[in-house]
T-cell receptor, first 114, second 115 residues
Framework: SQELEQSPQSLIVQEGKNLTINCTSSKTLYGLYWYKQKYGEGLIFLMM?????EEKSHEKITAKLDEKKQQSSLHITASQPSHAGIYLCGAFPFLNSGNTPLVFGKGTRLSVIA | GAVVSQHPSRVICKSGTSVKIECRSLDFQATTMFWYRQFPKKSLMLMATSNEGSKATYEQGVEKDKFLINHASLTLSTLTVTSAHPEDSSFYICSARRDRYYGYTFGSGTRLTVV
């Protein structure tokens, strides 16, 4: 079965600093999702990557999927307190059929301090 | 858009009672919905796949008689935790996908506390 490993598990950064979160898969990624979660709340969709080498940006967050499609990184530029939360990567365990549930990494807990 | 509404957001119940959690797709039809459980500082664990008009598919280790899933319409799936025990206390969250061009949308989650 596919496993997603996220690193680091937790991260504390000073406001204004850049940071990167990684998501590594044991198998080829057929679709990779990044979500943000506040403790005790639902998941907020950030980005979806499907093609090897693909890169997407939204505001100060950029996500990339490597060419081999086994690793994705999430980069936050000039972090702000509003970026604090748990970042989860989720992926399809096999080629998307439309009704395939996502498999998730354990998450990266981000704290941003002033 | 693709909005999924989940209720209640928080529930406290006594041991031995049953609790129903609802997951609704508000602006699309979802033939399939997914139910996850999340333990503190842990990832989301898939519990079951809810299929409209048919029986749910449960993941290994998930008791189907404990966690009853009903997907009676294209916009509503319910998860009932029967004869709840303190170890059932957790965060439950549902998910659905509008179509293959949309990302998966999640409900806001339900925090269940069994006392």
């Amino acid at each position: 079965s596919q496993e997603l490993e996220q690193s680091p598990q937790s991260l504390i950064v000073q406001e204004g600093k850049n940071l990167t979160i990684n998501c590594t898969s044991s198998k080829t990624l057929y679709g990779l999702y990044w979500y943000k979660q506040k403790y005790g709340e639902g998941l907020i969709f950030l980005m979806m990557l499907q093609k090897g080498g693909e890169e997407k940006s939204h505001e100060k967050i950029t996500a990339k999927l490597d060419e081999k499609k086994q690793q994705s990184s999430l980069h936050i530029t000039a972090s702000q307190p509003s970026h604090a939360g748990i970042y989860l990567c989720g992926a399809f365990p096999f080629l998307n059929s439309g009704n395939t549930p996502l498999v998730f990494g354990k998450g990266t807990r981000l704290s941003v301090i002033a | 858009g693709a909005v999924v509404s989940q209720h209640p957001s928080r529930v406290i119940c006594k041991s031995g009672t049953s609790v129903k959690i609802e997951c609704r797709s508000l602006d699309f039809q979802a033939t399939t919905m997914f139910w996850y459980r999340q333990f503190p500082k842990k990832s989301l664990m898939l519990m079951a796949t809810s299929n409209e008009g048919s029986k749910a598919t449960y993941e290994q280790g998930v008791e189907k008689d404990k966690f009853l899933i009903n997907h009676a319409s294209l916009t509503l799936s319910t998860l009932t935790v029967t004869s709840a025990h303190p170890e059932d206390s957790s965060f439950y969250i549902c998910s659905a996908r509008r179509d293959r061009y949309y990302g998966y949308t999640f409900g806001s989650g339900t925090r269940l506390t069994v006392v």
